[in-house]
């Protein structure tokens, strides 16, 4: 029942339905409620519940949910639960509410576990990486971001067979981070790439003017006025 509720709830979260919070909220009390419901049973549910949220930018509503998860952890001392991709969500939630300096330490103590447990080219590292080189962007550490989305540039191109490789988005941050520094062949380039991928792989479901619409963005703060009208 529970995760009947939570997956209409999310349907609907997706869609726009305005209907989906009677449904979430529904699904809230009732794996409350549940006596035979695991904790991480319950932790998975509202982590992907918290994930939707921040996907469609429901900042707000996404702390609230990530407030229950780490409810639920202390009360039971975070024993067989994902303690790393809570504090990675938490980092990702505060830099959509406009707080990158209250994000980064989350961050970079998720990239420093992570290392010191997965080798130094695993995939694994990928959302870690472009989450603290968005962060650092959004802080206007450009010569830092570039550090960090150029690690992950580097192992998506040694994983071509790996969705990291076709990352629209890993290269658009990049690509900011080029024009911001006033590099405009460099970020010329790397949105030419993002436009070749959604060319070769017809990926569903991207929004191929979004591309076209932060490109020209890009170029007109960069200052390159005339390439952004075209």
Request: hydrophobic share 45%; aromatic share 6%; charged share 25%.
């Amino acid at each position: 029942m529970a995760e009947a509720l939570l997956n209409l709830g999310l349907a609907r979260l997706r869609n726009g339905d305005p209907r989906f919070q009677a449904i979430l909220e529904r699904f809230v009390k009732i794996a409350l409620i549940l006596p035979k419901i695991e904790k991480s049973q319950e932790v998975d549910m509202l982590m992907r519940l918290t994930k939707a949220m921040t996907a469609l930018g429901l900042w707000d509503q996404a702390s609230k949910s990530l407030a229950q998860i780490n409810a639920i952890g202390d009360s039971i001392e975070w024993r067989g639960l994902p303690y790393e991709r809570v504090k990675e969500l938490h980092a990702e939630i505060l830099l959509g509410q406009g707080r990158p300096k209250d994000a980064l330490p989350f961050a970079l103590d998720v990239l420093e576990q992570s290392e010191n447990y997965y080798p130094s080219q695993s995939t694994f590292l990928l959302p870690i990486l472009k989450l603290v080189g968005q962060i650092e962007l959004a802080r206007g550490a450009l010569d830092s971001a570039e550090t960090y989305l150029r690690r992950a540039r580097d192992i998506a191109t040694k994983n071509p067979n790996s969705i990291w490789a076709q990352d629209i988005e890993l290269i658009m941050l990049s690509a900011e981070r080029a024009y911001r520094s006033n590099d405009i062949a460099a970020g010329d380039s790397l949105m030419a790439q993002a436009k070749a991928i959604t060319a070769k792989t017809g990926l569903e479901g991207f929004d191929t003017a979004k591309l076209y619409t932060r490109w020209a963005v890009l170029l007109e703060a960069a200052g390159d006025f005339d390439k952004a009208v075209l």
